[in-house]
């Protein structure tokens, strides 16, 4: 079993739509969660970190966290074209000495047909 | 504030070769950590440093290794190039301060082994 899980897709969704992105780990120690935006041929650019359990939202974005589903999922209201790229769903992974290693999943590509 | 910088941000090398790649975190910042991405394994994580020290390596032969210097610059070294060493190598940089421990990338390093 992968450490982080995501549907591949491409999710495709009209302009406008609401785009849903999830999102399943396997650690139950897992404390921070975060998905990065990632345009091809670029590097992962940061749009949500959650921490603890429920919702967070920030402009158009909000992300869920389900610590007892292991679940964490990404919503992106009034899509646009401008958010097509592929969604990264990163865990912070168990480590010696309290050190920061991130578990990536596969990620999920999005295409928001205008 | 400046973001991560990497450099150089295209190398071509052949195999048997040896690499190092160099990385300048934000302002601040005194954590960096090494990712290496590619098709088909996705982004996997290599090694973090943090006060010169490496904390924590992933999964990757002693041909990766890498350090980090007393104003956290990072450089990574690849001995014994091989084919499959062809990726994006990604740097981020962190506070490393719990409440705020998340990680930004830098550009990428892309390297073509041939």
């Known amino acids: 079993q992968k450490e982080v899980e995501q549907n591949s897709g491409p999710l495709s969704v009209p302009e406008g739509a609401i785009a849903s992105l999830n999102c399943t780990y396997s650690?139950?120690?897992?404390?921070?969660f975060f998905w990065y935006r990632q345009y091809s041929g670029k590097s992962p650019e940061l749009i949500m970190s959650?921490?603890?359990?429920g919702d967070k939202e920030d402009g158009r974005f909000t992300a869920q966290l389900n610590k007892a589903s292991q679940y964490v999922s990404l919503l992106i209201r009034d899509s646009q074209p401008s958010d097509s790229a592929t969604y990264l769903c990163?865990?912070?992974?168990?480590?010696?000495?309290?050190?920061?290693?991130?578990?990536f999943g596969s990620g999920t590509r999005l295409l928001v047909r205008p | 504030k400046a973001g991560v910088t990497q450099t150089p941000r295209y190398l071509i090398k052949t195999r048997g070769q040896q690499v190092t790649l160099s990385c300048s975190p934000i302002?601040?910042?005194?954590?960096v950590s090494w990712y290496q991405q590619t098709p088909g394994q996705g982004l996997q994580f290599l090694f973090e440093?943090?006060?010169?020290?490496?904390?924590n390596k992933g999964n990757f032969p002693g041909r990766f290794s890498g350090r980090q210097f007393s104003n956290s610059r990072s450089e990574m070294n690849v001995s014994t190039l091989e084919l499959g060493d062809s990726a994006l190598y990604l740097c981020?940089?962190?506070?490393?301060?719990?409440?705020?421990?998340?990680?930004?990338f830098g550009p990428g390093t892309r390297l073509t082994v041939l």
């Open positions: 981020a940089s962190s506070t490393r301060d719990p409440s705020t421990d998340t990680q930004y």
């Open positions: 650690d139950r120690g897992s404390q921070s």
């Open positions: 959650i921490y603890s359990n």
């Open positions: 990163a865990v912070e992974g168990p480590g010696v000495d309290s050190s920061y290693k991130l578990i």
């Open positions: 302002s601040g910042h005194r954590s």
């Open positions: 440093y943090f006060s010169e020290t490496q904390r």
